[in-house]
């Protein structure tokens, strides 16, 4: 188990954009996981790209924690979007703020997964929600960048 550092927002890696992943190999597969164990440390976290661990390469992972599991995506491109919506996002790169974004009610995505299958997703929900703020981050983009509202996140018990 490796846990890396997750970046915070001023650090440039984090407003990089990103290069693809070529060959898919046990250094890529050993990326994902480390993302993966990252993610589950931090605790409050449903979604890790590879920039917020100081990687420039389009890697995502996604946990819902809503039963379904781990979801690892390489060079992920979100093909259609549908509907619009405001919805209340954070960010563990951007720690003590919460806003409100604009966002598709309803994405599609093809990716490649860690066995080097083409893979697709169409949903909406929390789902397309966390896509998009996860994509977005490969392209150097923060929800601070897209939020209509930026507040101070209100202290956990």
Known sequence: MAVLDIR???DPV???VCEPVGRIDKKIRRTLKDMADTLYAA??????????VGIAKRMVVI???????????????ITKK???????EGCLSVP??????????????EYTDARGQKQFIATDGLMAVCLQHELDHLDGILFT?????????APED
């Open 43 to 52: 605790k409050n976290g449903i979604g890790l790209a590879a920039p917020q």
């Open 82 to 88: 549908e509907g619009s919506q405001i919805v209340g």
């Open 96 to 109: 003590n703020f919460e806003g409100d974004v604009e966002r598709a009610e309803y994405v599609e995505c």
């Open 63 to 77: 946990d819902l924690q809503d039963g379904k599991g781990l979801v690892e995506l390489i060079n992920p491109v």
């Open 8 to 10: 915070i927002a001023g």
């Open 14 to 16: 984090l407003k990089t």
């Open 145 to 153: 960048d897209k939020a209509v509202t930026i507040v101070p996140k």
